[in-house]
Structure formats: C-alpha cells, structure tokens
C-alpha cells in the first residue's frame, strides 16, 4: 500500500491521514506510541506500507520524521515480514 505524504507538514496532520487511510478506530489519538500499537495489532494492515513525497515532512518537521524513522526501524523488527518504508 503506498499512502501519499504530499502537502503534510505536521504531526497532527500525519496521524490524521494515516487514521484515514489505514481505518485506524475512531479513538486513536495523534501519538506515536499509538502508532506503533495500531500497526502491530490492528488487523489487515498491509505487509508494506510505503510512504511516499515524505520530504516536506521532513523538512517541516524534522525532528518527528526522526522518530517516524526509528518507528519504521522498530516496527521491522516487531513484527518480522512487516515494513513501512519511506520511499
């Protein structure tokens, strides 16, 4: 699956499009922790979840593009077979 990241700039607008695109529940909050539990155990979360036009993210928001990296990095290793690659 492969989720757009063009014209994100911020954390909350992060979450919100991920909440949309993966039908995360309506109770999940803007938080990595939340995050991270929602892609090991919400079913039917592809087995590579691509991330693409992530640049402006980083650049807006650097410091959370570092943490959104060593989620990719933990979740790889969570679940074996399961990658959320910046592409």
């Known amino acids: 699956m492969t989720i757009?990241?063009?014209?994100i700039t911020t954390k909350p607008a992060l979450h919100a499009l991920?909440?949309?695109q993966l039908h995360f529940p309506d109770w999940y909050?803007?938080?990595?922790?939340a995050l991270f539990d929602r892609l090991v155990a919400q079913p039917g979360i592809p087995?590579?979840?691509h991330l693409v036009n992530w640049q402006e993210f980083a650049?807006?928001?650097p410091r959370d593009m570092a943490i959104l990296q060593q989620l990719?990095?933990?979740y790889?290793?969570?679940k074996p077979g399961r990658r959320?690659?910046?592409a």
């Open 59 to 61: 650049a807006a928001s």
């Open 4 to 7: 757009d990241l063009q014209g």
């Open 18 to 20: 991920l909440k949309q």
């Open 72 to 74: 990719a990095a933990d």
């Open 29 to 33: 909050g803007p938080s990595w922790d």
């Open 47 to 49: 087995t590579e979840l």
């Open 76 to 78: 790889a290793q969570e």
């Open 84 to 86: 959320l690659v910046l």
